[in-house]
């Protein structure tokens, strides 16, 4: 098996289309990315690299509600991989204020888009990942594909299908406390929570029959670069045919089978 390093990684991300300036959201799976020399530091320094000082990355750094009802924006770990929160605690990286889905970001427009979270839902209008797709970010899938694609929750947002804001897993629907870099302690209540994601693969197969998705290898992982305002048009244009397009079919979804009922 190959071993890759930083600058493997960075001249797979330049094949796939990554470069200076770019705003780039990703979603990535350190296992599927193989053997990597320094780790996930390296990929997370490969990335940077690529974007430059005038580009912008954002990950997603989302938490689980504490058995306590504390979200710590300073200390509480992301649960989306190794590879978010090395990102999480990089140095100079910014992490958006909100208890459960937060976006961690860094590069010339972070504040930019990470300010403000608190003031909307996690990935509603106005989140992080939807003012990032208005200016026009794109996506990097590795090692996973579009069932982890959080940008395609924002088109449910937009549309304000019927299940949006009604339907919560176990624990989203309380009010939780979020300790501020300072300490200070806000009281954020729960505030449309995104639901089930395990449909998104029809977003992708439409974006694929339109050609709006780029199959590469980044080390490894087979990987797939779009553009985050082109998920969120497909994904509203099969919601105006289909509320329920979105919503899986397992009969034992916590959260779909509430949804179709509604």
């Known amino acids: 098996m190959t071993a890759h390093d930083t600058d493997s990684l960075r001249r797979d991300l330049q ?16 296992k599927a990315l193989g053997k990597v020399e320094g780790g996930p530091n390296a990929v997370v320094a490969a990335l940077r690299q690529c974007v430059g000082e005038s580009g912008t ?7 689980d509600p504490q058995i306590d009802d504390v979200f710590d924006l300073r200390s509480t770990p992301s649960r989306t991989g190794i590879v978010t929160e090395t ?15 937060s976006i961690a970001a860094i590069g010339a427009r972070a504040a930019e888009f990470v300010t403000g979270h608190d003031k909307t839902s996690g990935l509603g209008v106005g989140s992080p990942l939807h003012k990032a797709a208005l200016s026009g970010a794109m996506v990097l899938m590795s090692g996973c594909d579009m069932t982890a694609a959080s940008i395609v929750h924002v088109a449910e947002a937009i549309s304000r299908v019927p299940y949006f804001g009604r339907v919560w897993y176990a624990g989203y629907d309380r009010t939780l406390t979020m300790v501020l870099p300072d300490g200070k ?3 954020v209540p729960p505030l449309d929570p995104p639901t089930c994601s395990d449909a998104f693969g029809v977003v992708q197969r439409d974006m694929t029959s339109h050609d709006l998705v780029r199959t590469v290898n980044i080390g490894d992982a087979p990987s797939q670069m779009f553009s985050a305002r082109d998920a969120i048009h497909s994904a509203l244009s099969l919601l105006d045919g289909n509320v329920h397009a979105l919503l899986c079919h397992n009969p034992r979804c916590p959260v779909c089978v ?5």
Not at 15 to 30: E, F, P, Q
Not at 91 to 98: A, D, I, M, T
Not at 258 to 262: E, G, H, N, Q, V
């Open 57 to 63: 990355i954002l990950m997603p750094v989302f938490s």
């Open 15 to 30: 094949h796939a289309g990554v470069s200076a300036g770019d705003i780039l959201i990703v979603h990535s799976s350190m």
């Open 185 to 187: 302690r806000v009281l």
């Open 258 to 262: 509430k949804a179709r009922a509604l």
């Open 87 to 101: 990102f999480r605690t990089t140095p100079g990286v910014l992490r958006s204020f909100h208890p459960t889905h």
